[in-house]
C-alpha cells in the first residue's frame, strides 16, 4: 500500500519559515514526479513546486518562486519544502503528492489530477 505522510507544518508570523517533509513508503518514485500543492478556505488546490521527473529541474508556482525550495532524497524516497519570507496568503493545507509516471509537459506537471498518490495534508497558518 502507497502511502505519503507529511511532517511539519503549524504557525508562523510573517517572514518567518516553515520547512515540510513528505516520506513515501509501498513505492519508489525515484523517476516519477513528486510534489507539493495547497489549498486555502474557499479555494481550489493549487500547484506550489514539483520535480517533474528523474533529474529535472523544479517547478515553481510564480507566487513561490525565489521564497520556496524543494529538495528530494531518492535513497530516502523522501521529500522537503523548505519555506522561506512566509507571508499570510501562504496560509494553506499543504499536500504532498507523487504520480506514478513522469510529467514532462508543463501543464500536466502543475495538474493536481496528473497525480495518483496524495498525503493527508498539513496546516500552515501564516499570521501578518
Known amino acids: 500500500q502507497v502511502q505519503l505522510v507529511e511532517s511539519g507544518g503549524g504557525s508562523v508570523q510573517a517572514g518567518g519559515s516553515q520547512r515540510l517533509s513528505c516520506a513515501a513508503s509501498?513505492?519508489?518514485?525515484?523517476?516519477?514526479?513528486m510534489g507539493w500543492f495547497r489549498q486555502a478556505p474557499g479555494k481550489e488546490r493549487e500547484f506550489v513546486v514539483a520535480v517533474c521527473g528523474s533529474g529535472g529541474s523544479p517547478l515553481y508556482a510564480d507566487s513561490v518562486k525565489g521564497r520556496f525550495t524543494i529538495s528530494r532524497d531518492n535513497a530516502k524516497n523522501t521529500m522537503v519544502l523548505q519555506m522561506n519570507s512566509l507571508k499570510p496568503e501562504d496560509t494553506a493545507v499543504y499536500y504532498c503528492?507523487?504520480?506514478?509516471?513522469?510529467?514532462?509537459?508543463?501543464?500536466?506537471?502543475?495538474?493536481?489530477?496528473?497525480?495518483?498518490?496524495w498525503g493527508q495534508g498539513t496546516q500552515v497558518t501564516v499570521s501578518s
Open positions: 503528492a507523487a504520480s506514478e509516471s513522469t510529467l514532462y509537459i508543463r501543464s500536466n506537471c502543475k495538474s493536481p489530477s496528473r497525480y495518483d498518490y
Open positions: 509501498g513505492r519508489t518514485f525515484s523517476r516519477s514526479a
